[in-house]
C-alpha cells in the first residue's frame, strides 16, 4: 500500500544543500562498507533528519534493489500513522521529498503516543525487536541461506529527543545497533545539539563507525519552533486521515478530523466477538468494570498474538474500537 498525503496548499520545494548530496553519497558508495551500510540519522528537532533521510533513500536505491527503513520516530514517522515504529522495505525512489506516503511496513509496533518518554522501556523494546528483525532477515546469514537472499542496508530514523531521558535513549539504541554510519545533523543553536564525536562509545573504543556530521537546511531552526510545532500537528492529522480514507471511495471529501470521524461512524463495520480479542492498555491500568467505557470512540492498534509466549505481537494496523474491526 501506497499512499500520498496532501494538504490544500502547493507543497514548496526543499532546498537539499550540497553538502547533504555528498554525504548522501559517501555512505550509499562507501566502498569499505561490506556488508551493506547501516545508516543512524540523529540530530534535534526541526533539524531535517526525514528529510535527509528520504534523500539517502533514494541514492541508496540507485545502488541496491531495495532499503530497508527502521522508523523509529513515533511523533512523526515517514510511512506509518503516528504512534508506530516499523520497519519497511523501500524498492521505488520518492520523486518529491517535501510530500510524505504512507506504505505497508514488513513489520511494526504500536507505541500509542508521539513522544518516547511515555515509557522508554517499550520504546526501546519495540526498536531494538525490529532491529533485530531486520538482523535475522536481511543482514545475518550463513552459507546454507545465502542463495536467493539479499543483504539490504538500512536507514534508521530517529526521534528529536536528544537531552535528557531522550538522550539516553538515543545512546542505548546506537550501541545496540553499532550502525556502520552515524550522521548527525547540527541546527544554528549549539546548546541543542549532540555531543561532537562518537559520544556513545566509553573512551578507548572507537569501532568501525564513520561519523559525518552536517549543517540543517534550516539554520533559523529556533526562530521557525513554533511554525514547526503547528505543522507537526497538521501533519499527524494528515497521516490519520490519509490512513483510515484508504477504506473510502476517492471522492468522498474528507479534509478534517471531524469530516473523517463523522465518515467512520457511518462506515459499516467489521465485527467479531469481543470474545475473540484481547485488549491491553499500553500505559494505564483501567478497571475490568471500565474497559469498554475507557476504548468508547477510540483509535486502537491491531495486534497479532504470536505463539511464543515471550514475543512481541506485531501489529497489522489502526482501527476504531466501536467498529471492531480487526484483520
Not at 562507501?30 to 528520504?54: E, L, M, Q
Not at 515509557?119 to 519495540?126: E, R, T
Not at 559525518?212 to 533559523?220: F, L, V, W, Y
Not at 457511518?266 to 500505559?283: A, D, G, M, N, Q
Request: glycine share 6%; aromatic share 10%; with cysteine.
Amino acid at each position: 500500500m501506497d499512499s500520498k498525503l496532501e494538504s490544500g496548499s502547493s507543497t514548496a520545494n526543499i532546498y537539499i544543500p550540497e553538502e547533504w548530496s555528498e554525504a548522501a553519497d559517501s555512505i550509499a558508495y562507501d566502498s569499505v562498507t561490506s556488508p551493506p551500510p547501516i545508516a543512524f540519522i540523529c540530530g534535534a528537532k526541526n533539524s531535517g533528519k526525514t528529510t535527509f533521510s528520504r534523500l539517502l533513500l533514494n541514492i541508496l536505491l540507485q545502488r541496491y534493489q531495495k532499503v530497508a527503513y527502521l522508523d523509529a520516530d513515533v511523533g512523526q514517522p515517514e510511512f506509518t500513522a503516528p504512534g508506530f515504529l516499523s520497519l519497511t522495505v523501500v524498492d521505488k525512489l520518492t520523486a518529491d521529498l517535501a510530500i510524505p506516503c504512507l506504505k505497508t511496513p514488513e513489520r511494526c509496533f504500536f507505541f500509542g503516543d508521539i513522544s518516547s518518554k511515555r515509557d522508554p522501556s517499550a520504546y526501546l523494546k519495540y526498536a531494538f525487536t525490529l532491529y533485530d528483525y531486520y538482523r535475522k532477515e536481511y543482514c545475518t546469514f550463513d552459507e546454507s541461506e545465502l542463495a536467493g537472499r539479499t543483504e539490504l542496508p538500512l536507514v534508521v530514523n530517529t526521534p528529536g529527543w536528544v537531552k535528557g531521558i531522550g538522550y539516553e535513549i538515543l545512546v542505548d539504541m546506537l550501541k545496540y545497533i553499532s550502525p556502520t554510519h552515524v550522521v548527525k545533523i547540527n541546527i544554528s543553536v549549539g546548546s541543542k545539539n549532540l555531543p561532537g564525536g562518537a559520544f556513545w562509545l566509553d573512551g578507548d573504543s572507537d569501532g568501525m563507525v564513520n561519523i559525518i556530521e552536517i549543517k540543517s537546511a534550516c539554520q533559523d531552526s529556533l526562530n521557525r519552533s513554533v511554525l514547526v510545532q503547528k505543522d507537526a500537528r497538521l501533519l499527524r492529522d494528515l497521516r490519520i486521515m490519509a490512513y483510515f480514507r484508504q477504506i473510502f471511495p476517492n471522492d468522498k471529501p474528507i479534509t478534517t478530523i471531524k469530516e473523517l470521524a463523522y465518515a467512520l461512524t457511518s462506515h459499516f463495520p467489521y465485527e467479531v466477538p469481543i470474545s475473540s480479542i484481547k485488549i491491553r492498555h499500553l500505559h494505564c491500568q483501567v478497571p475490568s468494570t471500565e474497559i469498554f467505557y475507557s476504548l468508547n470512540a477510540t483509535i486502537v492498534g491491531l495486534a497479532v498474538s504470536s505463539e511464543e509466549s515471550e514475543s512481541l505481537p506485531w501489529c497489522v494496523g489502526l482501527g476504531r474500537f466501536g467498529l471492531h474491526c480487526l484483520s
